[in-house]
């Protein structure tokens, strides 16, 4: 299935919104604390980066993972018809409120299509296409429609599908595959682990050492890989990574990766 470039984030036009309408705190991954509802500090009047060239240098590393899917276009385009929250200032906290149940909606979608791509789970095709149907009809609900979604249900739903999806597809692969959903590992020592077909849902691997792991058909939905040493490591065909996850890893050109991800600037050769 071709990429769907409603899922891609279209900076050129969104409001900002991941920019303003997101809180986050001094840390590692930012430089500063910043409110929800408050603009960085180096937001422009255009609703561009003032330092996006040199986010990672400026302290900002969190930034330069975050993936919207698509969500910030949509609420700005769509849900808000075009009227930017500078302009419409009444309109800012129903924007800001809109903003982040829109992304999880559209990173159900990007799931769901990729679960939809797996010649292993055509069984499920059915029920694939018929949840993403109505999450797509749910992003095109107003503001206060959206607001009042109960998106942890509409989450668990999908979820469960997409982890039969992920069962079928991990069933026909060798080896022993392990369980480590919501495991934590974080920093452990893993390097040449055969981690084929494990299920790696939720896993915390901040900081862990996988190294020439086999990580082949692995299912990383959600796992967190902030740090996570991936030189050498095969992901071919894992499942549900996104480019974030591989943006917040660390890599290098030995890295084998799915054929729709791409490898993130600042891995080493």
């Not at 915390?204 to 991936?230: E, F, N, S």
Request: one cysteine or more.
């Amino acid at each position: 299935m071709p990429a769907d470039l409603s899922l891609v984030s279209d900076c050129g036009s969104c409001f900002g919104l991941c920019c303003v309408a997101l809180p986050f705190a001094k840390s590692a991954d930012f430089a500063q604390d910043k409110a929800g509802g408050t603009p960085c500090r180096n937001l422009r009047d255009d609703f561009r980066c003032g330092i996006h060239s040199r986010l990672r240098d400026s302290g900002y590393t969190g930034c330069t993972v975050f993936d919207c899917f698509g969500a910030g276009q949509k609420v700005s385009q769509l849900t808000f018809g075009g009227v930017d929250w500078r302009r419409e200032p009444g309109s800012a906290p129903a924007m800001f409120a809109a903003f982040p149940v829109m992304r999880q909606l559209h990173e159900l979608l990007w799931y769901l299509n990729e679960a939809l791509d797996l010649p292993a789970a055509a069984p499920l095709a059915p029920r694939l296409s018929r949840a993403r149907q109505d999450v797509d009809a749910m992003t095109r609900g107003d503001a206060e429609t959206l607001a009042g979604l109960d998106v942890a249900g509409v989450r668990a739903g999908v979820s469960e599908l997409l982890l039969e999806a992920s069962e079928l597809a991990r069933a026909g692969l060798p080896g022993r595959r392990r369980n480590h959903r919501g495991a934590d590992l974080i920093g452990a020592k893993l390097r040449r682990a055969d981690l084929r077909g494990a299920n790696l849902r939720g896993a915390y691997l901040i900081g862990a050492d996988l190294r020439d792991a086999d990580l082949r058909g692995a299912d990383v939905i959600g796992a967190d890989l902030r740090g996570t040493d991936l030189r050498g490591a095969d992901l071919t065909g894992a499942l549900f990574l996104t480019q974030a996850q591989l943006g917040a890893a660390l890599g290098d050109a030995a890295t084998r990766l799915p054929e729709a991800l791409t490898r993130p600037g600042h891995w080493t050769d």
